[in-house]
């Protein structure tokens, strides 16, 4: 996996995204179910994700590298589209039209 690319907003917080060996978008799936509201991360993961659409990753963390969950694109957009906050919309929003253009040029570059 890449290394991890760190989107911050006053809204939603921190959400770490990373690319596969494909150089698609992959997304901190407890940072996004945070976002959204989500009391249980796992749970939201294991209920509204399809199992190809979630992957462990070894995570550089505070604590050292941890196994974390990531999430597609398609698994971000069922994570956004099972949320029932409002505010689910203006996350699309914001990770459509910033987060994920930002991930797609710097891809570009390499």
């Given at each position: 996996?890449?290394?991890?690319q760190i989107f911050n907003s006053t809204q939603f917080?921190?959400?770490?995204?990373?690319?596969?060996?494909?150089?698609?978008?992959?997304?901190?799936?407890?940072?996004?179910?945070?976002?959204?509201?989500?009391?249980?991360?796992?749970?939201?993961?294991?209920?509204?994700?399809?199992?190809?659409?979630?992957?462990?990753?070894?995570?550089?963390?505070?604590?050292?590298?941890?196994?974390?969950?990531?999430?597609?694109?398609?698994?971000?957009?069922?994570?956004?589209?099972?949320?029932?906050?409002?505010?689910?919309?203006?996350?699309?929003?914001?990770?459509?039209?910033e987060v994920l253009p930002e991930i797609r040029k710097?891809?570009?570059?390499?």
């Amino acid at each position: 996996m890449n290394e991890i690319q760190i989107f911050n907003s006053t809204q939603f917080g921190e959400i770490r995204t990373a690319t596969d060996d494909n150089n698609e978008p992959l997304f901190c799936a407890a940072d996004v179910c945070k976002a959204l509201g989500y009391a249980k991360p796992q749970n939201a993961v294991s209920q509204h994700v399809d199992a190809p659409d979630a992957l462990k990753r070894g995570t550089p963390t505070q604590g050292g590298i941890q196994q974390m969950t990531f999430v597609n694109e398609s698994g971000l957009y069922s994570l956004i589209f099972g949320s029932k906050l409002e505010s689910a919309k203006q996350f699309k929003r914001w990770v459509t039209s910033e987060v994920l253009p930002e991930i797609r040029k710097k891809n570009e570059l390499l």
